[in-house]
């Protein structure tokens, strides 16, 4: 048996056809009914921030006195957050008068206590309007809405654009490596750096390239490995024109063109080995998070959100 909330309301309530509910003012406070088709119930719904209130636990108490008082109220009491919540029975001829007779007398309550409507996100008591938000029917106050909405008509997804997002990882991974080359210089373990090299790789691409994909993110990581091993050589070209450049009268260039003659030498070969395993453990250890959230994310829209105001 489906319920039907049209022809019992209180006076003064209005049903939304399409959310299939009724809502109103009534002594000031504003109120949802909902049909609870399988109990053959309807929920009485009203948006407070009980902890607030002063006599909180002789209200709660009130609560759960409700079904003594009126034999058709099945349960009552707080959600523990935001709402008041009252199951009625339906009793089909009674409900209209039920309903109002229970509505009187919580909100007559609710006057005593000091309990107010407050916005069901944010619970300020500012001024507040009906309306569901994904299919939840609730109060919200102007703040809450226009975040809700904004999320609602949000932008259009950005499309990955994989040019410019190589574009932006190899500027991001370069930035990032003069961080490696530029620790090195102080004569710190460069390796801490290999974080910053992936991490700006992966911005860069997101940057440039809109958003990032699976594919994208594959790019990043091998750019970033690449990268960490190039970082590693300049850094080793600069110590070695720094060390011996005045004293053979050598070049930038001709110090880059030993390299790999120092790296026969066990001890050169030793400290970049370990400025390398160092540095792609550091990478792999504080970008693994990132990466995977990256990749879960791959794909997924931003949430939206549906408002309907009332
Ligand atoms: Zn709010």
Redesign the pocket.
């Known amino acids: 048996m489906s319920i039907q909330i049209e022809n019992v309301m209180p006076d003064g309530f209005l049903y939304e056809r399409e959310q299939n509910l009724s809502h109103g003012v009534y002594g000031g406070m504003e109120l949802f009914i909902l049909p609870v088709d399988t109990e053959n119930q309807y929920q009485i719904q009203l948006y407070t921030d009980a902890e607030k209130i002063e006599d909180r636990e002789a209200f709660f108490e009130y609560l759960e006195t409700l079904p003594q008082r009126y034999p058709f109220v099945y349960r009552a009491g707080y959600n523990g957050s935001n709402m008041v919540y009252v199951y009625v029975q339906t009793r089909e001829q009674e409900d209209r008068e039920n309903l109002t007779t229970v509505i009187a007398g919580l909100v007559s309550r609710c006057t005593e206590y000091g309990v107010r409507n407050c916005?069901?996100?944010?619970?300020?008591i500012?001024p507040l309007h009906a309306a569901a938000v994904d299919h939840t029917p609730l109060l919200?106050?102007d703040?809450?809405l226009a975040r809700v909405t904004e999320g609602a008509e949000g932008k259009p997804a950005r499309r990955e654009n994989l040019p410019l997002g190589l574009v932006g990882a190899l500027l991001g991974v370069l930035l990032g490596s003069i961080l490696w080359i530029v620790i090195g210089e102080i004569g710190f373990i460069a390796g801490i750096a290999g974080y910053a090299i992936v991490f700006c790789g992966m911005k860069g691409y997101q940057i440039l390239g809109g958003k990032i994909s699976k594919a994208g993110i594959v790019i990043c990581v091998l750019l970033s490995c690449l990268v960490i091993a190039g970082a590693e050589m300049v850094s080793l070209g600069l110590a070695i024109y720094q060390e011996f450049g005045e004293m053979y009268g050598i070049t930038p260039g001709d110090a880059f063109r030993v390299i790999p003659e120092f790296l026969k030498e066990p001890e050169v070969a030793g400290g970049v080995a370990k400025d390398l395993v160092v540095g792609y453990l550091l990478a792999i250890w504080a970008s693994y998070a990132s990466i995977r959230s990256a990749w879960q994310q791959v794909g997924k829209e931003p949430e939206r959100h549906t408002v309907v105001r009332f």
């Open positions: 916005c069901a996100h944010c619970k300020n500012a919200i106050c703040n809450c």
